[in-house]
């Protein structure tokens, strides 16, 4: 089963009085690229949630946000701000000196003012806070590695898809050559009695043109595209992570197109031509989706 590199999960836990909430955007890349963003309390968990990303995702780039809704009372602290609560009093006694305002200073006042109260900077107890990420966490992988199947499901049939229309085409080519190469030989032949006058050895003239029509056929770069097109086949009836396969075997595919193309002295052959590697275009457009 193909997977798409696209997708969306998103998952939450509650244990040990912890609420984590975990959201994963994935997008295409080249590798697995993991950004995660996330409370300093847990950066020490960063190995862990790394180590649950790689087992699932083998390419793509995700984002991982991770937030911590709730933290126990006994572990979670709160302090004033003693030093900025400081500076905003001096700071309003100054203000109302210059101003000649009347009135105190109150609680009210500076509680009304940000970062007057601070948490504590924690680090979490990996035993505590871990069951309750780890829920939100196996919980978003899940359903963004389903998203991500989802996708993949669609893909591989259009591939499929038009994997046969390469196919048919690989066979009106494979059909049209011995054609081509018949006119070739005989207009060739016709142009050299027609041209060549004297004495020459007519055999040897055409053991010569013999030579030059054989290096015109394409019956190699046939067989290695339908081999190609097996292959590419047998990878998407497969499964798996097979995006980097794919990509290597239709890069060989536009190199058979390309060699045929220019040896096509046709125009039919060369119509084909253009008309497969517009096909394995669309094909290599959407192997760029695919882990």
Not at 38 to 54: A, F, K, N, T
Not at 130 to 148: D, F, K, N, S, Y
Request: proline share 3%; with cysteine; charged share 30%.
């Amino acid at each position: 089963m193909l997977s798409s590199m696209t997708g969306y999960g998103r998952g939450s836990g509650s244990e040990n009085g912890f609420e984590c909430t975990v959201e994963l955007r994935s997008v295409n890349h080249r590798y697995a690229d993991f950004h995660l963003r996330m409370p300093r309390e847990l950066y020490h968990l960063e190995d862990l949630i790394r180590r649950e990303l790689q087992q699932a995702i083998k390419r793509g780039r995700v984002e991982a946000t991770i937030t911590l809704a709730n933290i126990p009372a006994g572990i979670d602290s709160v302090r004033p701000n003693f030093e900025l609560a400081g500076a905003y009093c001096l700071a309003m006694q100054e203000l109302a000196r210059r101003l000649e305002l009347k009135g105190d200073i109150g609680l009210e006042h500076l509680m009304q003012l940000p970062d007057i109260l601070c948490r504590q900077n924690l680090v979490l107890p990996e035993e505590l806070v871990w069951p309750a990420l780890h829920q939100a966490l196996a919980e978003a992988i899940t359903r963004l590695v389903q998203r991500r199947r989802d996708e993949g499901d669609n893909l591989a049939r259009d591939l499929a898809e038009r994997c046969r229309c390469a196919g048919k085409i690989v066979q009106a080519i494979a059909d049209l050559a011995p054609l081509v190469l018949d006119d070739c030989r005989a207009r060739l032949e016709q142009k050299l009695k027609d041209f060549l006058s004297g004495t020459y050895e007519e055999n040897r003239v055409l053991l010569e043109c013999a030579i030059l029509v054989e290096r015109m056929g394409i019956d190699e770069e046939l067989v290695r595209l339908k081999s190609h097109l097996q292959a590419f086949e047998k990878a998407l009836a497969t499964g798996g992570p097979a995006g980097r396969k794919l990509d290597f075997i239709i890069q060989e595919m536009f190199r058979e197109a390309n060699t045929i193309g220019s040896k096509a002295g046709d125009y039919r052959l060369s119509s084909l031509v253009v008309e497969l590697k517009t096909e394995l275009e669309k094909i290599r457009e959407q192997i760029q989706n695919i882990e």
